[in-house]
């Protein structure tokens, strides 16, 4: 069955959280997502982020999460694509690139994005041939920082 592809909407909140816990359990990360926090965030006063869902009948087959982003150098706004997971038995019939295209043209209708930025963990080759099957090139001359929460609130001044 081909799976359908739509904009998530509130009621998704929790189809998405199953989704995202799904990929952190394949991908070996903590999850501390809940249902109610992607409700906040997505549907909020000012949402975060915008989301893709395919589905194949009832069954979610699979997610795109992504938010807005400027870039100065790229000349304008674009999509930075957080997640994407596609089920076990929907990967390599190419949902993962429509969900990625879903994302863009909904980005570029919404923030009239120009780009579409991602990462890729370096233990995830499956993924990486993926990407570079789709054209995605490695990003040079910078380094990805974080700052967590103890960070955020010693910037703050709050420690």
Known sequence: ??????????????????????LAGDLGDPYRATPAGLERAGWGRAPAFRAQIAEAGTDLAGLALYSPGLSTVMGGPGLYVSDLWVAPGHRSDGLGQRLLAAAFADAAHVWGACFLRLQVYDRSPAARRFYDRLGFVPSTGHTDLFLDEAGCAALKGET
């Open 1 to 22: 069955m081909t799976a359908s592809i739509r904009q998530a909407v509130r009621s998704d909140a929790e189809r998405l959280d199953a989704a995202l816990a799904a």
